[in-house]
Structure formats: structure tokens, C-alpha cells
Nanobody, 124 residues
């Protein structure tokens, strides 16, 4: 089992930055592929970014490429999502997810463990 706890969300203005954190506990953290997803009201949960167990491979949704950066610190069992140049359309609940595989996938169903989410609201 893996327990995930997100933090760092909030209300910001368009163009601002936020950094989300996801603290993991439970089974060996370094064996998991980690991902960030988001879900806006009335919409399906969508992939944002993922990072390999070593941190050497990252993958992003086109909508955030060049603005968001995913990273991880295995010594701290924490994964981060640095969000720059935020837009109102980035408003959503953001979820951290863990996958028991070293293969990065984008569908939410590929991730077995989920945090409770943290809200990001970007005003125009």
C-alpha cells in the first residue's frame, strides 16, 4: 500500500506560480512511477504529468508542456509539480497518483494509488 498526501494548492491570479507537493508513505517509494492528474467540475479526470522512478523520464500533457515541471526527491519520498504561467483553465482539483510499475502511462486507470486532492483556482 502507498499513502499519498497532496499540498500546496490555493487561489492565484493568471500568470502566477504554484508548487504542489505529494508526500508518499508506505511501500518503497522509489519503485513507483508517479503522476499528477486534475479534474475540473463536470469534467473527467485528466492526465497532467508523470515521472519515472529514477526521475530521468518525464511526460506531460500538451496543455501544460512548457509551463509545468514534475520532479521528485526520493530521499524525501515526495513528488512535486511546479506550475508556472497559470491560466484560468488550469483551475481544478489536482491529484497525485502512484503506479506500481516503472512504465509511464497516461490513463488514470493505470494508477492504483491516489491522494485526496488539492484545489487550484486561477482567477483571470
Amino acid at each position: 500500500q502507498v499513502q499519498l498526501v497532496e499540498s500546496g494548492g490555493g487561489l492565484v491570479q493568471a500568470g502566477d506560480t504554484l508548487r504542489l507537493s505529494c508526500a508518499a508513505s508506505g511501500r518503497t517509494f522509489t519503485t513507483e512511477t508517479m503522476g499528477w492528474f486534475r479534474q475540473a467540475p463536470g469534467k473527467e479526470r485528466e492526465f497532467v504529468a508523470a515521472i519515472s522512478w529514477s526521475g530521468s523520464i518525464t511526460y506531460y500533457a500538451d496543455s501544460v508542456k512548457g509551463r509545468f515541471t514534475i520532479s521528485r526527491d526520493n530521499a524525501k519520498n515526495t513528488v512535486y509539480l511546479q506550475m508556472n504561467s497559470l491560466k484560468p483553465e488550469d483551475t481544478a482539483a489536482y491529484y497525485c497518483a502512484a503506479r506500481n510499475s516503472r512504465v509511464i502511462v497516461t490513463p488514470a486507470k493505470g494508477y492504483a494509488y491516489w491522494g485526496q486532492g488539492t484545489q487550484v483556482t486561477v482567477s483571470s
